[in-house]
């Protein structure tokens, strides 16, 4: 009978829930931002530290404007306005938790974009 069995999250599990569930939002954004470009955030990096300047040709401003917004409001929302949300503020420990675990949504799908990269256009960035 579960009628009488309540379903509930606390405070700190609804918060950790819905900052992991913004955060493979967030990773899934950049990844939505190389979709059939040609080029990878890895490709990007890499052009950055050798002084290319492909770097330029993604990059925008209000993308990472955009960006900045989600995060710095994600972690207002949790750790400071958090009762408004009925959500309880995280540790540095959770939130480094969750920005790793979740970042493989990236960091999988931008290693197969750049070795697409190199398979199709035989030349080093």
Same mark, same amino acid.
């Given at each position: 009978? *579960?009628?009488?069995?309540? =379903? ?16 493979? +939002? ?10 059939? $470009?040609?080029? $990878?955030?890895?490709?990007? @990096?890499? =052009? @950055?530290?050798?002084? +290319?300047?492909?770097? /330029?040709?993604? *990059? $925008?401003?209000?993308? =990472?404007?955009?960006?900045?917004? @989600?995060?710095?409001? +994600?972690i207002?929302? @949790? ?16 939130w480094?938790?969750?920005?790793? $675990?979740t ?14 990269? *190199?398979?199709?256009?035989? /030349?080093?960035?």
């Amino acid at each position: 009978d *579960f009628s009488k069995s309540k =379903a509930h999250l606390s405070a700190y599990e609804a918060g950790f829930f819905f900052t992991t569930f913004v955060m493979l +939002q967030f990773w899934n954004l950049f990844n939505a931002k190389y979709f059939r $470009s040609g080029r $990878s955030l890895l490709l990007d @990096i890499f =052009a @950055i530290f050798k002084g +290319q300047n492909m770097f /330029k040709l993604t *990059f $925008s401003k209000w993308f =990472a404007l955009i960006v900045a917004v @989600i995060l710095t409001g +994600q972690i207002v929302i @949790i750790n400071f306005v958090g009762p408004l949300f009925n959500v309880a503020p995280l540790n540095l420990t959770d939130w480094l938790f969750i920005l790793l $675990s979740t970042s493989f949504v990236l960091i999988i799908v931008d290693i197969v974009r750049t070795f697409w990269y *190199f398979i199709h256009n035989k /030349k080093v960035v």
